[in-house]
T-cell receptor, first 114, second 114 residues
Framework: GDSVTQMEGPVTLSEEACLTI???????????LFWYVQYPGEGLQLLLK?????DKGSNKGFEATYRKETTSFHLEKGSVQVSDSAVYFC?????????????FGTGTSLTVIP | DVKVTQSSRYLVKRTGEKVFLECVQD?????MFWYRQDPGLGLRLIYF???????EKGDIPEGYSVSREKKERFSLILESASTNQTSMYLC?????????????FGNGTRLTVT
């Protein structure tokens, strides 16, 4: 079935380190892909999105490229900050005859230490 | 900016009480969703609605019901609250049928059932 698998955490990095959070998906159709971020005590916020193969989504220094050949959408940032500490969720959206289906990964917790 | 508002950030209820969680969105979205979020289990879909008075069961509907009398409002009802319904509840909304359209989340309601 359709699903999202993302790298398990928690991840702890020092400030200015490089970040990669892996995300792969299984989908029967042509999904749109998203990364969401959840700061402590808050709901999920959209971080970036991509709708077709080779699209690159970017926001706040984060990037992810929609790779159809490897069914992946890895989240990357070149230099993390303490304020990036949060939980990150990879998600996909499929259009089907029963409406819209969203699938989420289980989340990856990131802690950035000064 | 899309705004999804959940009526309460924190709720404490007793076992057996009837509990209403309210959610309002201001972007004329057709689709609305209720998720619960638990440590180690990620996001799980309880119910969703793609139109007024329409509802569909998600992955874990047992013990819950929903109401959508107006397009902008989607209520989650716990008919008889139990301790295993202690959780973070997240409401979300999106446009119907638009591949780029992400889910927009509220800030969540943390429910404790004692």
């Amino acid at each position: 079935g359709d699903s999202v698998t993302q790298m398990e955490g928690p991840v702890t990095l020092s400030e200015e380190a490089c970040l990669t959070i892996n995300c792969t998906y299984t989908a029967t159709g042509y999904p749109s892909l998203f990364w969401y971020v959840q700061y402590p005590g808050e709901g999920l916020q959209l971080l970036l999105k991509a709708t077709k193969a080779d699209d690159k989504g970017s926001n706040k220094g984060f990037e992810a490229t929609y790779r159809k050949e490897t069914t992946s959408f890895h989240l990357e940032k070149g230099s993390v900050q303490v304020s990036d500490s949060a939980v990150y969720f990879c998600a996909l959206r499929l259009l089907s005859n029963t409406g819209n289906q969203f699938y989420f990964g289980t989340g990856t917790s990131l802690t950035v230490i000064p | 900016d899309v705004k999804v508002t959940q009526s309460s950030r924190y709720l404490v209820k007793r076992t057996g009480e009837k509990v209403f969680l309210e959610c309002v969105q201001d972007m004329d979205h057709e689709n609305m969703f209720w998720y619960r979020q638990d440590p180690g289990l990620g996001l799980r879909l309880i119910y969703f609605s793609y139109d007024v008075k329409m509802k569909e069961k998600g992955d874990i509907p047992e013990g819950y019901s929903v109401s959508r009398e107006k397009k902008e409002r989607f209520s989650l009802i716990l008919e008889s609250a139990s301790t295993n319904q202690t959780s973070m509840y997240l409401c979300a909304s999106s446009f119907e049928g638009r591949r780029l359209s992400p889910l927009h989340f509220g800030n969540g309601t943390r429910l404790t059932v004692t």
